[in-house]
């Protein structure tokens, strides 16, 4: 029994959910996504709530049902509040800086990594070494900043690198003589 699946699907002033031809729409303030629905899945949409329920107890059924109220809780909370990653540059001479609609960072190697800004995800810069990657779909949002920490992940030794904002490094002790 799913227990995330049972649960319904609270929906904010604003934002309304809409299910045709297998879809999933959800407009709000903040723009409009849209899902294709996993077979055996149906939607009961009421005014302020959204319940999801599933055909049969059959293991495809079962693991679909958490998976699209999952993603259909998401999609609720991205068009009304949005998401955000926030990543920590730190290396002496490790940078980045916005231009125009694409992201450049200096991060120790002969030449700057430049980013172009994923469709529906915005990235900031903030005092050269604070980066916050936005958007209202999280799986954009996130993967952005997963290939972002990728082109220099956080080194064991000195802590050098690129992380996730409060992130823990376990720093490793190095040669001793």
């Known amino acids: 029994m799913s227990r995330i699946g049972n649960k319904p699907v609270a929906v904010p002033n604003g ?10 729409v959800v407009k709000g303030p ?8 996993a077979q055996g899945i149906t939607f ?6 959204v319940a999801v329920n599933r055909a049969n107890d059959s293991k495809p059924f079962r693991a679909n049902h958490g998976l699209m109220r999952a993603l259909l809780n998401n ?4 068009v009304s509040k ?3 990653r926030k990543l920590e540059i730190n290396g002496v001479g490790y940078k980045a800086a916005v231009q125009g609609n694409k992201a450049v960072f200096n991060l120790g190697f002969s030449h ?10 915005t990235i900031a810069v903030d005092k ?14 996130g993967q952005c900043a997963a290939e972002i920490r990728g082109f220099r992940p956080p080194d064991s030794y000195k802590g050098k690198g690129v992380r996730y904002e409060g ?8 040669k001793s003589a």
């Open 112 to 121: 700057p990594i430049e980013v172009p800004f994923p469709e529906g995800v």
């Open 44 to 49: 009961d949409i009421q005014s302020d709530v």
């Open 82 to 84: 949005g998401f955000e």
């Open 30 to 37: 903040k723009g409009q996504l849209q899902q294709k629905i």
């Open 75 to 78: 999609m609720v909370i991205g």
């Open 167 to 174: 992130e823990y490094v376990p720093l490793k002790a190095g």
């Open 15 to 24: 934002v309304t959910v809409s299910v045709g031809d297998n879809l999933l």
């Open 128 to 141: 050269n070494t604070f980066v916050t990657v936005s958007g209202i779909d999280k799986e954009k949002v």
